[in-house]
């Protein structure tokens, strides 16, 4: 069965404090790997696809990378605004199509 | 463009009323996804449509919950009756197309059944 498994599950980071977010997933076939981040009382809003181990992308603050088992969505320097809920999803083989299966989240909280 | 609309935004009902949800895909977008939002469950997919033909409803719960694409602007998920346990926040979000990933998500509608 497809899994998705993030952590920790809050976070909590002083401004300029970097810091990583762990996506452990377990998928036959994996056909993308996701990152959304999501504020309170909004959908999420993509960040980032990665589709192979070894793929890195970056977006001002943020950095995803992913190997076979798991991926990090690293934060450098963060500042305020950067507190969100991150969510991870995968898209794979047994899920087949479109399907994707979202992680809960980790919630973090940047202080000024 | 204005993104992808959801309406209404809040819905208070009690148990056993039909609730209908409403959305407005990103225009020329070709997937439309809807998904439930809850504390214990986090983010599940219910079904996703494909050139308005739905092409996997594994997701939905039971047979009190439906969904339905007329056209390319609009959709509806429809859920009778309505019990306590369906109360979350349902997600619509439109995707391009076949070779783009990302999907664009409306606000949700929270809904909650007393």
Partial sequence: EDQVTQSPEALR???GESSSLNCSYTVSGLRGLFWYRQDPGKGPEFLFTLYSAGEEKEKERLKATLTKKE???HITAPKPEDSATYLCAVQGGDTGGFKTIFGAGTRLFVKA | DAGVIQSPRHEVTEMGQEVTLRCKPISGHDYLFWYRQTMMRGLELLIYFNNNVPIDDS????DRFSAKMPNASFSTLKIQPSEPRDSAVYFCASRPGLLN???FFG???RL???
């Avoid at chain 2, 997701?59 to 039971?62: D, K, V, Y």
């Fill in chain 2, 112 to 114: 909650t059944v007393l």
């Fill in chain 2, 107 to 109: 606000p949700g509608t």
């Fill in chain 2, 101 to 103: 990933n990302e999907q």
């Fill in chain 1, 13 to 15: 980071l002083q401004e």
């Fill in chain 2, 59 to 62: 997701g939905m719960p039971e």
């Fill in chain 1, 71 to 73: 991926s990090f969505l």
